[in-house]
């Protein structure tokens, strides 16, 4: 017999737990394990498994449990036509594969009735190799594989496509300019991201789930997976749409935001017209009143109140060029038709003041000078485009609101002139609102103090606005009841966005200080630096300037000067460490002069050490020149007096000759 024979080996006799979902656990192991292979052999043509011998004699059922969970390794039309010796040599080599111990040879169970105990140790073996649903937890079982296999490819090939399809689609930064259209668009793009990303990412989640599950199969070898259907696979997609959307929105925003607002400027235009008209009528049929009187023989009785209308519609007008000069700078899609309506009732105007002239032939007008269509269309009141900061000066980009005075004056009664007293002031709060948060911070000191000035009178008329919102506040209780609605909805607002801009404007009056100070700091620094460069590069190291002593002082001055600042460059170099981390709003400025600072710091250091050399190599430089003219004064003092000492002619004796060669000789070894 062969060693593997178990029935001979009682010490390898032993189930495996077993766990079958849904079965009772007062099952026996043997029964279990004889439950779990009825399940998983169920459905094979000729193959029943009813004990642990005879029915496995023919090794048909194990090729059926192999084929279960590895049809890939198994040919079942083939098992029904093989011998039982070759079926269960198949059997037991590819279970070999799978990592199930061969336990058993196939002549030991190619007999009537094998061992029961070999076959059950032997099965259990097999069922502890091959994957299963674990107790208490998910998973899936040999029978569930292809179902849930074909739900994990159909949802693949169903969500990748889609995502796909909505990047190329979130690529897209081209917008239509209608406000109706862009509106749409939008709204669209929200549903998109509300609704449809939502359920698309159920649906990713749900594949991760499948994944989950179908892994120990895959890992087992019985499922293939194709490239591009890994979990990470749809991540790396969707992470790509993800990114597309944000920058979609990054740049639809602001989009909707500026045409939302040019749309309520539009609005403002169509409304002031539309008041405008009204004011206009009342002229007209007032100056009327008054030419039927002056017909009559009658004075007239209405001059005060004509004047008063025709300066309301030139105040009117004025507005109207304001916002309509926004519109064009911004290239508002409806601006013609609106221009054009404004140009009508600035020809109504005219028309007007010349008839009221006429009429009265008075000169309360004088000081109402008729304002020329020209100059209307051009007006002097300047709008600040959206896309820009402050105006030039600290204080003409602002106005300040009416009182409630001014309005009750030229209202028809007095709740409509609390009511327009609050639409005024919550009109003022959301401009300063909008024009603070598009307010730049400055890129240099004159820019940084500009704005840290205007800041301060803005400031200042914010925290004054709030006696303004107490007194609307005191009129609530007043109000009638045609009025009190409205006049409660509106304080309501107007107190909530008043609290808004009081903090918006204090923190953009604390980081204009902290930004100013930081500026002011690095401004005189940076002078510092490059006037000692300035000095550096000017100073004449040429013959004509021989005074290396006083530069050499110099450079020690400077170098100490250097060492003193360097805590000046640290400091400022933490506070910009320290503005960037806070998230500052002028970030890139403080970052750029916090750079421009160590940039000219360090070339800087990188001059003083080529000065240091400089003096190094000129005061050798000037020391080889001194030496060499000392030298060569020495010699020709030299020369001369041998000429003097030593000077002969024809007429002198051989004896003076030897003694003047003698003396000659031993002068030449004392200079020696």
Same mark, same amino acid.
């Given at each position: 017999?062969?060693?593997?024979?178990?029935?001979?080996?009682?010490?390898?006799?032993?189930?495996?737990?077993?766990?079958?979902?849904?079965?009772?656990?007062?099952?026996?192991?043997?029964?279990?394990?004889?439950?779990?292979?009825?399940?998983?052999?169920?459905?094979?043509?000729?193959?029943?498994?009813?004990?642990?011998?005879?029915?496995?004699?023919?090794?048909?059922?194990?090729?059926?449990?192999?084929?279960?969970?590895?049809?890939?390794?198994?040919?079942?039309?083939?098992?029904?036509?093989?011998?039982?010796?070759?079926?269960?040599?198949?059997?037991?080599?590819?279970?070999?594969?799978?990592?199930?111990?061969?336990?058993?040879?196939?002549?030991?169970?190619?007999?009537?009735?094998?061992?029961?105990?070999?076959?059950?140790?032997?099965?259990?073996?097999?069922?502890?190799?091959?994957?299963?649903?674990?107790?208490?937890?998910?998973?899936?079982?040999?029978?569930?594989?292809?179902?849930?296999?074909?739900?994990?490819?159909?949802?693949?090939?169903?969500?990748?496509?889609?995502?796909?399809?909505?990047?190329?689609?979130?690529?897209?930064?081209?917008?239509?300019?209608?406000?109706?259209?862009?509106?749409?668009?939008?709204?669209?793009?929200?549903?998109?991201?509300?609704?449809?990303?939502?359920?698309?990412?159920?649906?990713?989640?749900?594949?991760?789930?499948?994944?989950?599950?179908?892994?120990?199969?895959?890992?087992?070898?019985?499922?293939?997976?194709?490239?591009?259907?890994?979990?990470?696979?749809?991540?790396?997609?969707?992470?790509?749409?993800?990114?597309?959307?944000?920058?979609?929105?990054?740049?639809?925003?602001?989009?909707?935001?500026?045409?939302?607002?040019?749309?309520?400027?539009?609005?403002?235009?169509?409304?002031?017209?539309?008041?405008?008209?009204?004011?206009?009528?009342?002229?007209?049929?007032?100056?009327?009143?008054?030419?039927?009187?002056?017909?009559?023989?009658?004075?007239?009785?209405?001059?005060?109140?004509?004047?008063?209308?025709?300066?309301?519609?030139?105040?009117?007008?004025?507005?109207?060029?304001?916002?309509?000069?926004?519109?064009?700078?911004?290239?508002?899609?409806?601006?013609?038709?609106?221009?054009?309506?404004?140009?009508?009732?600035?020809? /109504?105007?005219?028309?007007?003041? *010349?008839?009221? !002239?006429?009429?009265? &032939?008075?000169? #309360?007008?004088? $000081? +109402?000078?008729?304002?020329?269509?020209?100059?209307?269309?051009?007006?002097?009141?300047?709008?600040?485009?959206?896309?820009?900061?402050?105006?030039?000066?600290?204080?003409?980009?602002?106005?300040?609101?009416?009182?409630?005075?001014?309005?009750?004056?030229?209202?028809?009664?007095?709740?409509?002139?609390?009511?327009?007293?609050?639409?005024?002031?919550?009109?003022?709060?959301?401009?300063?609102?909008?024009?603070?948060?598009?307010?730049?911070?400055?890129?240099?000191?004159?820019?940084?103090?500009?704005?840290?000035?205007?800041?301060?009178?803005?400031?200042?008329?914010?925290?004054?606005?709030?006696?303004?919102?107490?007194?609307?506040?005191?009129?609530?209780?007043?109000?009638?009841?045609?009025?009190?609605?409205?006049?409660?909805?509106?304080?309501?607002?107007? /107190?909530?966005?008043?609290?808004? *801009?009081?903090? !918006?404007?204090?923190? &953009?009056?604390? #980081?204009?200080? $902290? +930004?100013?100070?930081?500026?002011?700091?690095?401004?005189?620094?940076?002078?510092?630096?490059?006037?000692?460069?300035?000095?550096?590069?000017?100073?004449?190291?040429?013959?004509?300037?021989?005074?290396?002593?006083?530069?050499?002082?110099?450079?020690?001055?400077?170098?100490?000067?250097?060492?003193?600042?360097?805590?000046?460059?640290?400091?400022?170099?933490?506070?910009?460490?320290?503005?960037?981390?806070?998230?500052?709003?002028?970030?890139?400025?403080?970052?750029?002069?916090?750079?421009?600072?160590?940039?000219?710091?360090?070339?800087?250091?990188?001059?003083?050490?080529?000065?240091?050399?400089?003096?190094?190599?000129?005061?050798?430089?000037?020391?080889?020149?001194?030496?060499?003219?000392?030298?060569?004064?020495?010699?020709?003092?030299?020369?001369?007096?041998?000429?003097?000492?030593?000077?002969?002619?024809?007429?002198?004796?051989?004896?003076?000759?030897?003694?003047?060669?003698?003396?000659?000789?031993?002068?030449?070894?004392?200079?020696?």
């Amino acid at each position: 017999m062969k060693k593997r024979r178990l029935f001979l080996c009682p010490v390898f006799w032993q189930i495996s737990d077993i766990y079958i979902s849904g079965e009772s656990g007062d099952m026996s192991a043997k029964e279990k394990l004889l439950l779990w292979t009825q399940k998983v052999t169920a459905g094979y043509t000729g193959i029943k498994c009813t004990n642990f011998s005879s029915c496995w004699s023919d090794g048909k059922m194990f090729n059926a449990l192999i084929h279960r969970y590895r049809p890939d390794l198994v040919d079942m039309e083939r098992v029904q036509i093989q011998s039982n010796r070759e079926n269960l040599e198949q059997a037991f080599e590819v279970a070999e594969r799978l990592g199930v111990t061969r336990l058993l040879d196939a002549e030991d169970v190619d007999v009537p009735s094998p061992d029961e105990k070999s076959v059950i140790t032997y099965v259990s073996s097999i069922y502890d190799a091959f994957p299963k649903v674990p107790e208490g937890g998910e998973g899936i079982n040999a029978m569930e594989v292809d179902s849930k296999w074909q739900e994990y490819q159909s949802r693949v090939d169903s969500l990748i496509p889609w995502i796909k399809q909505h990047t190329i689609l979130m690529s897209d930064k081209t917008f239509p300019q209608n406000p109706v259209e862009l509106k749409a668009l939008y709204n669209q793009y929200i549903h998109f991201k509300e609704t449809e990303i939502l359920a698309k990412e159920r649906e990713k989640g749900r594949i991760e789930e499948l994944y989950k599950l179908l892994e120990v199969w895959i890992e087992f070898g019985r499922i293939k997976l194709p490239q591009g259907y890994h979990p990470n696979d749809v991540e790396e997609e969707w992470g790509k749409l993800i990114i597309e959307m944000l920058e979609r929105e990054k740049s639809l925003r602001p989009a909707v935001e500026r045409l939302e607002l040019l749309l309520q400027i539009a609005n403002k235009i169509q409304n002031g017209a539309l008041n405008c008209e009204e004011k206009l009528t009342l002229a007209k049929n007032t100056l009327q009143a008054d030419a039927a009187h002056l017909e009559s023989g009658q004075p007239v009785q209405c001059e005060s109140d004509v004047i008063m209308y025709i300066q309301e519609c030139e105040g009117l007008i004025r507005q109207l060029q304001v916002d309509l000069q926004i519109l064009r700078d911004e290239n508002y899609y409806q601006l013609e038709e609106l221009a054009f309506r404004v140009m009508r009732l600035q020809d /109504e105007l005219v028309t007007l003041r *010349l008839e009221c !002239t006429n009429l009265y &032939r008075k000169g #309360h007008f004088t $000081s +109402l000078e008729l304002v020329p269509p020209s100059t209307l269309t051009t007006t002097h009141l300047k709008a600040e485009p959206l896309t820009k900061g402050t105006h030039s000066s600290s204080t003409s980009w602002f106005r300040k609101p009416m009182t409630r005075a001014e309005l009750v004056s030229i209202s028809s009664s007095e709740d409509e002139g609390n009511l327009r007293f609050v639409y005024e002031l919550l009109s003022w709060v959301e401009e300063m609102q909008m024009k603070l948060e598009r307010a730049e911070w400055g890129n240099d000191l004159p820019s940084v103090e500009l704005q840290l000035e205007t800041q301060q009178h803005i400031h200042t008329s914010v925290e004054e606005l709030g006696l303004s919102v107490k007194e609307a506040r005191l009129y609530e209780g007043k109000m009638s009841q045609n009025f009190h609605t409205s006049y409660v909805e509106t304080l309501g607002k107007l /107190e909530t966005q008043y609290c808004k *801009l009081k903090e !918006t404007s204090s923190f &953009r009056m604390r #980081h204009l200080q $902290s +930004l100013h100070k930081f500026v002011s700091r690095a401004t005189a620094e940076l002078i510092w630096l490059n006037e000692k460069e300035e000095e550096e590069l000017a100073y004449d190291w040429s013959d004509n300037n021989p005074n290396i002593s006083a530069k050499r002082n110099y450079f020690s001055e400077l170098i100490l000067e250097l060492e003193e600042k360097q805590d000046v460059f640290r400091s400022l170099q933490d506070t910009a460490e320290l503005l960037s981390l806070e998230n500052h709003p002028a970030k890139q400025t403080v970052e750029a002069y916090s750079a421009a600072v160590q940039s000219q710091l360090q070339w800087m250091k990188q001059l003083c050490l080529c000065v240091e050399q400089h003096v190094k190599d000129n005061t050798a430089y000037f020391q080889f020149f001194s030496d060499a003219r000392d030298l060569e004064s020495f010699l020709r003092n030299l020369q001369d007096s041998i000429k003097r000492k030593y000077s002969c002619d024809h007429n002198t004796s051989l004896s003076r000759l030897e003694d003047l060669l003698q003396d000659s000789m031993v002068g030449v070894v004392s200079v020696g």
